[in-house]
Each structure stands twice: as structure tokens, then as C-alpha cells.
T-cell receptor
């Protein structure tokens, strides 16, 4: 299996621009997670989907962040408008129910 | 106070040494305990998974859980330079999704 696939791997944008991060989970996995990792705050869960339905979005920092999962093989995390404090590494992870989480390589976002 | 405390390090040891990495936690409801390894500019990968108390061994790695002390450990025997990475502990109450993460300990193994 190719593992969790994320794109782009690196994104540099200017404050105020819209950013879209993409994730393809492992085939057959029914849960998907979006995380953000920073030096200051460590690894934070942003949102969790089960069977394409958002179950817990309490970690989404504010309305500028939105996530969708239109089908079992694709999810997006969108930031609009982006701000410098959104600079971080964003990880997508997936698993089967009650199994371990498998992480993608991450998207390194820099907002200037 | 954070639910999970982990010393961020860095911890630097010579090759071949036994390494001990630890996390403490405050929520006695945690039942599932995990250790993830994260190499620089990569995503975390699961290293060890333990349910409830006790020890679990996998090759050079041993995970230990002491629920009475709310303390978990990861031991690495015969450490190698390739073990240099950040090690994150994670735990949950009754499901896999609501993982609570430690800050991660950066480990450096010197040749």
C-alpha cells in the first residue's frame, strides 16, 4: 500500500490567501484525522472523520479553518484567509476502527 | 497542567547505551498507551502499543506501563544512530481516535 498521501508537501503563501491541503487515506480505512504540529503546541487534533462524516471538530481553531471529506478516498483542509500564525506542519492520518493511526508525510505550510 | 507530560529533551547518549524515555499523565481513565517515533520532516509512525498495565517487548524496544503511578516508559537497548528521532507518547481512554499526545522527546544517539 502507498500509505497516506498528502499534497502539497510544502506550501508558501502570503497572508490573506486561501490554502487547501489534500489527503488520500489508506484504502479501506474508515477514519481520517487532521493534525497540526508546531514547536510551541506539539501535535494537535483538528478534526476527525468517521465514514466520511465529521465526528469531532472541536480542535479546529476558528472559522477560517474548514475540512471536507466528500468520499472515502479524499479529504481537504482549507484555511481562508490564512495568517502567519497558521504556519505549521499539517498531518493527515487514517485508520480502521480501533486500529492504530497511520500518518502521512505532512504538509509544511508557511504563511508570510 | 497538561494531561500528558513529556520532557522535550534533547536527550543525547552514546551508541550502544540503554535509553529510557518517559511520560507521566494525570487522567486515570487512560487505558491505551502508544509510543510513536518521528524522524525529522516525516510523519509519526507507531512503535509500540500497549493496553492497560504491564510490559511489552519488540526487539530492542520495551514499553512499560505503570497505571498506579500514571507513568509509562519506553526502553531502547543497544541504541543505534538510526534511533535518533523524536519519540512521542500518546494515550486514550476507550477509543483510538481521542489520542492525547505528549510533547515528544528528541533523542540523539552519538556514534
Amino acid at each position: 500500500d502507498a500509505g497516506v498521501i498528502q499534497s502539497p508537501r510544502h506550501e508558501v503563501t502570503e497572508m490573506g490567501q486561501e490554502v487547501t491541503l489534500r489527503c488520500k487515506p489508506i484504502s479501506g480505512h474508515n477514519s481520517l484525522f487532521w493534525y497540526r504540529q508546531t514547536m510551541m503546541r506539539g501535535l494537535e487534533l483538528l478534526i476527525y472523520f468517521n465514514n466520511n462524516v465529521p465526528i469531532d471538530d472541536s480542535g479546529m481553531p476558528e472559522d477560517r479553518f474548514s475540512a471536507k471529506m466528500p468520499n472515502a478516498s479524499f479529504s481537504t483542509l482549507k484555511i481562508q484567509p490564512s495568517e502567519p500564525r497558521d504556519s505549521a506542519v499539517y498531518f493527515c492520518a487514517s485508520n480502521e476502527q480501533t486500529d492504530t493511526q497511520y500518518f502521512g508525510p505532512g504538509t509544511r505550510l508557511t504563511v508570510l | 497542567q497538561k494531561e500528558v507530560e513529556q520532557d522535550p529533551g534533547p536527550l543525547s547518549v552514546p551508541e550502544g547505551a540503554i535509553v529510557s524515555l518517559n511520560c507521566t499523565y494525570s487522567n486515570s481513565a487512560f487505558q491505551y498507551f502508544m509510543w510513536y517515533r518521528q524522524y525529522s520532516r516525516k510523519g509519526p509512525e507507531l512503535l509500540m502499543y500497549t493496553y492497560s498495565s504491564g510490559n511489552k517487548e519488540d526487539g530492542r524496544f520495551t514499553a512499560q506501563v505503570d497505571k498506579s503511578s500514571k507513568y509509562i516508559s519506553l526502553f531502547i537497548r543497544d541504541s543505534q544512530p538510526s534511533d535518533s528521532a523524536t519519540y512521542l507518547c500518546a494515550m486514550s481512554r476507550n477509543s483510538n481516535y481521542q489520542l492525547i499526545w505528549g510533547a515528544g522527546t528528541k533523542l540523539i544517539i552519538k556514534p
